[in-house]
C-alpha cells in the first residue's frame, strides 16, 4: 500500500514537473502557432486560396491561441531546389522569421509555442518536379531533406514543438486527376493520366522519404516535442468517406470544385467558369482546381487544433 502510494506520488511529481521526455505537448500548455508553408497554409490574406479563410485563422479561433503565418502563397521548401517567383521557406520565410526574433518584434516562449510545416504541393507540382521544366537537377529526395531541414534550422534557434504535416493526395486534386480539363494552373497540352501517375508516386514516396528522414534526425534532438500529423490519410479519407465530412446543401462533391474553370488549350480566351454559391458550397472538398475547400479546411483545422491543445487525434503520430 505504502509502496503504491510511493509510486502514484512519484508519478504525481513526475507529472507536474512536466518532463522533458514526455512525449507530445501537455493540454494548455501551447499559447501560439508559428506557419510555415505554401498557400494550403498562408493566412496573410482575404480571401485565402481556398476561397475563404485559411486553415491557420480557423485553428486560431477553435483554439483561441496567437498565430504567427509565415506561410506564403506559391512558395516551394527552397528556390535553389525548385525555382518558382514566391516567397520560399529557406530563401524567406524563415529568414523573416528570425529577423522578426532577434530584433525584438517576436518574442515568442518556445515551450508556449508550436511550429507546423506543410510544404510540397509547389515543389512537386507544374513549373517544378513533375514538369521538370526549371529543376533539371534536383529531385523529390533533396525537395524532402529541405523539410527537414526546416525543422532542424528551428530546433537551432530554438524552437521546441513542432507539427510536420506530410502531403495530401495531389493525385486527387483536378489540376493533378486523370480527368483533369485545361484549367488556371495549367492550359498547355499534356497527359493527365500520365501525369496523375507520376503525382501519386511523388507524394507517396515524397511522405515515406520524409517520415525516414525525420526518425533519423530524432535523436539529434534532445527535448523536442514532434507531431507528424497525416494529412494525406486525412485528404484520402475525406475523398472516400464524404458524408463524414461535408454538410452542405448539395450532393457531396469530392471530384469537382466549388470555382471550377475550364480553359482553352494554348488560348487566351476567357475560361468558362462554374461556381456554386452559399451552403452548396460546404459539399464540395475542393475549393479549386489544386485548393482545398473551406469545409476541408475548417476539418483540417480542427484536427490540428485538437494536436495543439494536447489532445489524442487520430492522424497524429508524436515522434518524441
Ligand atoms: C532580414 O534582415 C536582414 C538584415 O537586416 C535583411 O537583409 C533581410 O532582407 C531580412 N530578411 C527578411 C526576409 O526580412
Ligand atoms: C524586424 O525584422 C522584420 C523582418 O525583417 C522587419 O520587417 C521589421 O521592420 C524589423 N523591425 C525592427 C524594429 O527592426
Ligand atoms: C515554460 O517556460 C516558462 C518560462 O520559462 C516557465 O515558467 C514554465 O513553467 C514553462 N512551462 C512548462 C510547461 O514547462
Ligand atoms: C481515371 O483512372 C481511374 C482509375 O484507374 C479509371 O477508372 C478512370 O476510367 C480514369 N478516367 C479517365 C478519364 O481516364
Ligand atoms: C499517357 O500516359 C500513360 C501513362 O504513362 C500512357 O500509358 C499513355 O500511353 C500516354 N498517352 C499518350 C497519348 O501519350
Ligand atoms: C461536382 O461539381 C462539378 C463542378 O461544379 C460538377 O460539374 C459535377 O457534376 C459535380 N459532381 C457531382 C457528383 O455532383
Ligand atoms: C454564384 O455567384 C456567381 C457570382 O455572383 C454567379 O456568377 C454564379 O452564376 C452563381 N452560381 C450559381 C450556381 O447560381
Ligand atoms: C458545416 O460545418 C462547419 C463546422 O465544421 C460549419 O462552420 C459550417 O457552417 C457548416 N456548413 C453548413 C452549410 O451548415
Redesign the pocket.
Known amino acids: 500500500m505504502a509502496f503504491l502510494q510511493g509510486v502514484k506520488l512519484a508519478f504525481t511529481i513526475l507529472a507536474l514537473a ?1 518532463p522533458s521526455w514526455a512525449i507530445g505537448v ?1 493540454p494548455g ?1 501551447i499559447q501560439n502557432f508559428v506557419t510555415f508553408g505554401d498557400s494550403y497554409t498562408d493566412s496573410s490574406y482575404y480571401p485565402s486560396a481556398d476561397g475563404g479563410y485559411s486553415w491557420p485563422t480557423w485553428a486560431a479561433m477553435y483554439g483561441d491561441l496567437d498565430l504567427y503565418g509565415f506561410a506564403r502563397s506559391g512558395a516551394t521548401c527552397s528556390n535553389l531546389l525548385t525555382y518558382r517567383p514566391f516567397p520560399p521557406i529557406m530563401g524567406w520565410q524563415f529568414p523573416a522569421y528570425l529577423n522578426e526574433t532577434r530584433n525584438g518584434t517576436l518574442e515568442l ?1 518556445s ?2 509555442t508550436i511550429y507546423t510545416i506543410w510544404i510540397g504541393t509547389n515543389d512537386l507540382g507544374v513549373n517544378a518536379l513533375l514538369t521538370g521544366s526549371d529543376a533539371p537537377t534536383t529531385s523529390i529526395v533533396q525537395v524532402r531533406q529541405c523539410a527537414v531541414d526546416v525543422l532542424n534550422m528551428l530546433y537551432e534557434s530554438g524552437a521546441r514543438n513542432f507539427i510536420m504535416q506530410n502531403i495530401l493526395p495531389l493525385d486527387l486534386t483536378i489540376l493533378y486527376s486523370n480527368y483533369s480539363y485545361p484549367n488556371t494552373y495549367w492550359n498547355l497540352e499534356r497527359n493527365t493520366t500520365g501525369w496523375n501517375v507520376h503525382m501519386t508516386e511523388l507524394v507517396r514516396a515524397g511522405n515515406e522519404i520524409t517520415s525516414l528522414k525525420l526518425d533519423a534526425l530524432l535523436p539529434t534532438l534532445p527535448d523536442a516535442h514532434i507531431a507528424s500529423f497525416d494529412s494525406y490519410g486525412l485528404f484520402t479519407d475525406m475523398y472516400n468517406n464524404p458524408q463524414n465530412y461535408f454538410n452542405g446543401t448539395a450532393p457531396y462533391n469530392v471530384t469537382g470544385c466549388i470555382h471550377s474553370c475550364v480553359y482553352s488549350i494554348d488560348s487566351t480566351a476567357a475560361p468558362a467558369c462554374t461556381i456554386t454559391n452559399g451552403t452548396d458550397a460546404d459539399s464540395f472538398m475542393w475549393y479549386d482546381e489544386l485548393h482545398p475547400s473551406q469545409q476541408s479546411a475548417r476539418i483540417l483545422a480542427r484536427e490540428l487544433t485538437a494536436v495543439m491543445m494536447g489532445e489524442d487525434n487520430q492522424w497524429t503520430t508524436w515522434l518524441s
Request: proline share 0%.
Open positions: 512536466t501537455a500548455q516562449n515551450n508556449e
